[in-house]
């Protein structure tokens, strides 16, 4: 079994700056991309930040030059650093990973159960 566990949402003022972290844990032999993606009310979940293994990084327009995504592979760990927050930022935030696991062909997805961001105007 594989779990990711989101933590680090909370209310925040518009402007300020939070960092979230999820943390994969379980039979895993390798992780490939991981990323963060989010969902607004009344709005479909989108991709907020990924990162490949190799460090190659991937933006939504919205985020770009605000948020920063890295990952610690020897904690099975990736995280989002968010700046300049807006009220548009307000969702919750779900961690997202490619990963191989023991005795299982190929690259799965996984999915945490997301941390909640509010960011007051």
């Known amino acids: 079994q594989v779990q990711l566990v989101e933590s680090g949402g909370c209310l925040v003022q518009a402007g300020g700056s939070l960092r979230l972290s999820c943390a994969a844990s379980?039979?895993?032999?390798?992780?490939?991309?991981m990323g963060w993606y989010r969902q607004a009310p009344w709005k479909q979940r989108e991709l907020v930040a990924d990162?490949?293994?190799?460090?190659?990084?991937n933006y939504a327009d919205s985020v770009k030059g605000r948020f920063t995504i890295s990952r610690d592979n020897g904690k099975n760990t990736v995280y989002l650093q968010m700046n300049s927050l807006k009220a548009e930022d307000t969702a919750v935030y779900y961690c997202?990973?490619?990963?191989?696991?023991?005795?299982?062909?190929?690259?799965?997805?996984?999915w945490g159960k997301g941390t909640m961001v509010t960011v007051s105007s």
């Open positions: 997202h990973s490619e990963i191989r696991r023991w005795s299982i062909t190929g690259w799965r997805d996984y």
């Open positions: 990162i490949t293994g190799g460090g190659c990084t």
């Open positions: 379980g039979n895993i032999v390798s992780i490939r991309t």
